[in-house]
């Protein structure tokens, strides 16, 4: 997957797609329908499959000190879309030029002068151009008036509602990934880089790897049973484990985190890129009265989880 951040330095080979235009937080399941149909259109036409997304997300750009919302990282997107065979992923800088565009100058400067783009497709609640002043209609007479095609997709939904990120927040939010998988149509996965931690894990006799959730909406802090996916490096390659999210109580004050302990697993994986996807809540975060009670309820929650997984 090519992916371009400006449409300044576009490559010929980079343009003339048909792209999915949105936010695609989560990449779920009305994310999907929306690239589906965008990669029938490329076929149709001929020419790569491609999504346009923005970095970082509007939404922070213009509400930088708001909580985290945000579902995956930019990385943790673009590893989602390539998987569904996104060709062309145009990953364009949201920056003070970007936001100030009205919607033509969007239509005229990013889409047909800069990126060349054949067909468009997006859900019936995109909006765009400064103050979203430009809906999913009149994206369509612009197709009309500069020569592209657009298909506008409604939303999406099952018998228990739509699919939408904030429906997906709330699940977390909640300690229900199963719920959030089933409107993701994936696994909800929390990636990045092992950071050095404070090795108390490895003092207990369950060393973890820890990574940071800054800038993401945090799940229920508690333990969960986890898949963990190594995505670099010499131990690359799938685990089962379980794993804490929050602020560790029984240590003081801390900043929340991911820690992941791997079942049977042997080595050094600080510097290494992972993914680590919520398959069951267990329980809450607790303060316990001494080491060897937290000790032993890690060994429950160890026990629990690798029944959990056996059937996942």
Known sequence: MRIVRDTQFVEEIDRGASAAIG?????????????????EQAEGLGCPLGV????????????P????????????????????????????NFNSVLSSHSAREFAEQVIVEGLGLRHIVVGEDFCFGKGRSGNAEDLKAFGEELGFGVTVVPLVSDGKGEFSSTSIRNALTDGRPGDAARMLGHWHRIEGEV????QRGRELGYPTTNMSIDGLHPPKF????????VLDGPHAGQYDGAASMGVRPMFGVNQPNLETYLFDFKGDLYGANLSVALIEYLRPE????????????MDADCAKARALLADV
């Not at 346009?52 to 509400?63: K, V």
């Not at 950071?195 to 404070?198: C, S, T």
Request: charged share 25%; glycine share 6%; net charge negative.
């Open 23 to 39: 936010n695609f937080d989560g990449v779920h399941r009305g994310h999907q329908v929306v690239i589906e149909i965008a990669r």
């Open 52 to 63: 346009m997304t923005f970095e970082p997300h509007p939404r922070q750009y213009f509400a």
């Open 65 to 92: 000190d708001a909580p985290p919302f945000r579902l995956m990282n930019a990385d943790a997107r673009a590893h989602r879309l390539e998987k569904l065979g996104v060709e062309r992923l145009y990953e364009l």
């Open 195 to 198: 950071i050095h931690g404070e």
């Open 222 to 229: 508690g333990v969960y049973a986890v898949k963990v996916e």
């Open 286 to 297: 607790l303060k316990f009265d001494s080491l060897d009670a937290l000790i032993a309820q």
